[in-house]
């Protein structure tokens, strides 16, 4: 295998291609978005296409909550605790959980029951596959053909880039996907076989993804029922529901849009369009240039005043011993990059050194 080939590979490409002959990246236009996206989620076409249709299953299972809570169940105090649960609460989670660990194994938990409990802190989303494998190709291409969230392709590139771009791809050799399966042993979901990644187009098995579900929304629909009634539990789906289709655009943000936003003394990684953005950052310790830079560090808030609630969360739970190890970047980004003894030559881990690193 060619070296580079196996990231290349690893995502379902679609029809309208990562890059032209001339190696610049495709920027389709929304037709051909929105058209690649009803393929995608076309159960009836394939059933390879069944994570797609479940992700999508999700978003239209928390609709209804959010219209009863707009037309019956309205409050400013619910409202409240809307941006809350979404923003604070749903965002850190989802750096924790989907970002640090899942993708990056920044940390390692002690034992598999903290690891379940931290999965299942909140109302289940993204199914692990789908953030996970797309995240490692989105390091080694950033802003760049074949990076499946590219934000110089446009906002709706990335927004529909969960049913376009993030898929594995369903024609994988064995020997690529038990490299694919080493993105995702150490979660603790449920993998498919070689041979029923053939059946199923997916690295995770539908009985697993379906099932964690089920228990996930059983459980907190029942907790929030008897802490607030149906008023709290309309509202706090509601609030997933938000976060679930607005995390789609973060990309987009946190790499300036598809421009150059890098600012002096903030921004150190200028090998991609990634920026730090002080709302993501405090709220959900998403410290994105930071994160580039040192992407296998449990800490991402190096500067003072960048608050980093992720690394709260971890620290503790080292402290508490549910977490066996982790590694902080914090002391090598300041030395690098702050006291100013870094090398001319040094640079962030991306592409083949990335690739490397990973695989």
């Known amino acids: 295998m060619v070296k580079g080939s196996f990231i290349d590979d690893l995502l379902y490409m679609p029809s309208y291609g990562w890059k032209d002959g001339n190696n610049a ?13 009803f393929s995608r989620v076309n159960i009836f076409k394939t059933r390879k296409n ?39 609460i749903m965002g850190t989670h989802g750096t924790i959980w989907f970002h640090r660990y899942c993708t990056h194994k920044s940390y ?96 995770a098995s ?20 008897l802490l607030g009634g149906p008023a709290l539990v309309c509202a706090l789906f509601s609030a997933a529901m938000l976060w679930f289709t607005f995390i789609r655009a973060f990309n987009y943000a946190g790499h300036g849009g598809g421009k150059e936003k890098h600012r002096e003394g903030v921004d150190f990684d200028r090998s991609n369009l990634s920026i730090n953005q002080s709302r993501p ?39 508490l011993r549910m977490i066996s190890w982790y590694k902080d970047s914090k002391k090598e980004f300041l030395k690098k990059y702050v006291s100013g003894e870094s090398s001319p030559g040094m640079k962030p881990l991306t592409g083949d050194a990335y690739n490397t690193e990973i695989v």
């Open 50 to 88: 069944w994570i797609s249709f479940v992700s999508l299953l999700m978003l239209a299972g928390m609709l209804p909550f959010f219209i009863l809570f707009l037309f019956i169940y309205f409050s400013w105090w619910l409202v409240a605790a809307i941006v809350v649960y979404s923003m604070v």
């Open 108 to 203: 390692a938990f002690s034992h598999p029951l903290w690891r379940f409990i931290t999965q299942n802190l909140v109302i289940k989303t993204v199914p692990e596959e789908i953030y996970v494998v797309s995240h490692h190709v989105h390091h080694c291409k950033s802003d760049e053909p074949g990076d499946p969230y590219n934000a110089r392709a446009g906002f709706w590139y990335c927004m529909l880039a969960e049913y376009n771009h993030q898929r594995v791809s369903p024609g994988l050799s064995e020997d690529a996907y038990k490299k694919a399966v080493r993105f995702m042993d150490h979660t603790g979901v449920g993998l498919n076989s070689y041979q029923q990644y053939r059946k199923w187009g997916s690295i």
């Open 25 to 37: 990246l495709v920027i389709p236009t929304k037709k051909q978005l929105w058209s690649e996206a």
């Open 281 to 319: 950052g405090l709220l959900a310790g998403e410290w994105h240039n930071n994160h580039h830079l040192f992407p296998g560090s449990a800490r991402c808030g190096f500067l003072p005043g960048q608050l980093d609630l992720a690394w709260v969360y971890i620290y503790s739970l080292r402290r």
């Open 206 to 225: 539908p009985a697993y993804t379906i099932g964690i579900w089920i228990l996930n929304w059983s459980f907190w629909f029942f907790v929030f029922y």
